[in-house]
């Protein structure tokens, strides 16, 4: 049989940062993936092809936007393949990429699914038909998250898209209804639209994003109402049917009237879940809570000795840069480090347009923990970069201690928002004041300002705004 240290079961950005970082501190390190390439749902199927396709909504949008400045392009030729083509040529070169410096680091990677038959061997069902027992001392699981489905809702038609399929482009469908109202299915909608989609979104609760701050979601709120056909919050789909050239969809309403209308296509994003079912747990002292994820402590150590577990299997938040962080830890503790995942702040960040991005503790999250906090906020309207790039509809909101002035919490909505967040993160984790924000020199002009602006305005100070500090 044979015979390693570390083995890391699944290829993702959890998975593949395991096992790097593992190999780099001397350990011998066996990766087992389905996929040809590491790169898991993130790299395949989720944040860069998206991502690619996004920037595309956004050269779309900016064409759409040039009119008021003067300049007026000629309607958009889109050509499906060609774009498909484009989309699929990045995932090719980085998931090859992180392949290659796998290889490097000779790890061992074997292509299949592997399985436990005890709390130190594996079974694994290549890909070239073979099995392979392998005996491993340690064993990392970062099998990621699944698609979500309502059974009732699942009536197999190639006109029902879920986030794999959507991104595949397999039309541009005249009409689209996207069902569910959180990240994926926005994100998704608005490539759609920026296609050329006539598109609609119906929501379960009273709210797009739910769970994200207001403040933040109004601007793309009232952005998505003016672009989308319909948006349709506190209502559920109830019935799909295949019909002649679409999807006959019935959708309940808050008062629980019920309508009917055919969608060229439909796409299903109700969110993802954890699945453990195949990995052969039974055979191991590895706990599943109640919702299907596996019980780690902060070492990410499950309650099998030899077994950890990391990223989207290992619970919420569901998103790469924790996987990987996690896989990062769970390697350092097998080297022997003593290392914990306990960070002040996880970043979110939505990819729309504009971009919704937070970290640290939310005002709702503040005021459910009954932690005393205090509000700045920076109007987008009031920063010249943003006037310079006719994009006043954003906000930088800070959730600050009164005591300490310590930052706990920061949003941003507005383009880039996804790039700048990574500041307030830095400032949480830094332990950094308000007045280490407002006195350090931020370049001019900057989005990157509205972070200090909104320092400044937590002291009644800020330049480009005038709102003395209440006293
Ligand atoms: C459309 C979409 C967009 C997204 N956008 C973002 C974004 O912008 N930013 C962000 O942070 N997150 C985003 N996410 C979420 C992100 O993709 C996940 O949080 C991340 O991929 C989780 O990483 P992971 O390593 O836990 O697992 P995954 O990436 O899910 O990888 C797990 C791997 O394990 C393999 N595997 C499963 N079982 C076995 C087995 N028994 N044996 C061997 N291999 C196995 C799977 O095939 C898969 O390759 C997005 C997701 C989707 C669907």
Redesign the pocket.
Known sequence: MNSTQVVV???????YAAAYLASDLSKQVTL????KNP????L????IP??ALLHVAKLLNETEDAKKWGIEFAKPKIDLDKLRNWKNGIVDKLTGGVGLVGKQRKINFIQ????FTSSSKLTIEKKDGETEELEFEKAII????Q?ATIPSLDIKSKRVLN?TTA?DLPAIPKSLLVIGGGY?GL??GSVYQALGSKVSVVEMTSGLLPGADRDLVNFLAKKIKEKYDKVMLNSKVTEMKEVKNGVSVKIEGKEGKVTEEVYDYVLMSIG?KPDTS??GLDKTSVKVNQRGWIVVNKQMQTDDPNIFA????AGEP??????SHE?RVAAEVIAGHKSAFDPLAIPA?V?TDPEIAWAGITENQAKEKGINYEVAKFPWAASGRALTLDRNDGVTKLIVDPESQRLLGIGICGPGAGELIAEGVLAIEMGANLTDLKLTIHPHPTLSETIMEASEAFFGQSTHMYKPKRK
């Open positions: 079961i699944g290829g993702g950005p959890g998975g087992v993936n389905l996929d790169g898991g749902v993130c395949y199927k989720g944040c998206s991502k299949g699914k592997a399985s970062a099998t990621g998250s698609i986030s991104l994926i994100e998704l993802r195949g990995l990391i990223g989207d299997i569901m998103l790469a840069h924790k996987a896989g960040v990819f």
